[in-house]
Nanobody, 128 residues
Framework: QVQVVESGGGSVRTGGSLILSCAASEVPYRYCMGWFRQAPGKEREAVTTFDNDGGATYYAESVKGRFTISPDFAKGTVDLQMARLKDEDTGMYYC??????????????????????WGQGTQVTVSS
């Protein structure tokens, strides 16, 4: 099964920027990837999802206009560029990848309910 590894977390000032990276051990022909995050005491939430098949990129409302993905489809990697960070962006950030089959759609539900590969997470702490 594909393995994914996150990197790039750390501590940053409120209003600052940070880039997270995710790399897959292999690149499926057609795949869906996403970033999720989980703050202490809260449920895991989706930040962004995208595929390598021309599908729409999803961004959570809370990060639209501040977060941007930069995928390298051939390498199966993706950077999550985070700007104008807020304290509420603090949390453990996870990368997920799923090999898509047939008419599978790439979306949050697909990554959560199907046997996706998840990384160990990388911590992001935003404070003033």
């Amino acid at each position: 099964q594909v393995q994914v590894v996150e990197s790039g977390g750390g501590s940053v000032r409120t209003g600052g920027s940070l880039i997270l990276s995710c790399a897959a051990s292999e690149v499926p022909y057609r795949y869906c990837m996403g970033w999720f995050r989980q703050a202490p005491g809260k449920e895991r939430e989706a930040v962004t999802t995208f595929d390598n098949d021309g599908g729409a990129t999803y961004y959570a409302e809370s990060v639209k206009g501040r977060f941007t993905i930069s995928p390298d489809f051939a390498k199966g990697t993706v950077d999550l560029q985070m700007a104008r960070l807020k304290d509420e962006d603090t949390g453990m950030y996870y990368c997920a990848m799923l090999s898509l089959r047939g008419w599978d759609d790439c979306n949050v539900a697909t990554l959560i309910t199907r046997p996706s590969s998840w990384g160990q997470g990388t911590q992001v702490t935003v404070s003033s």
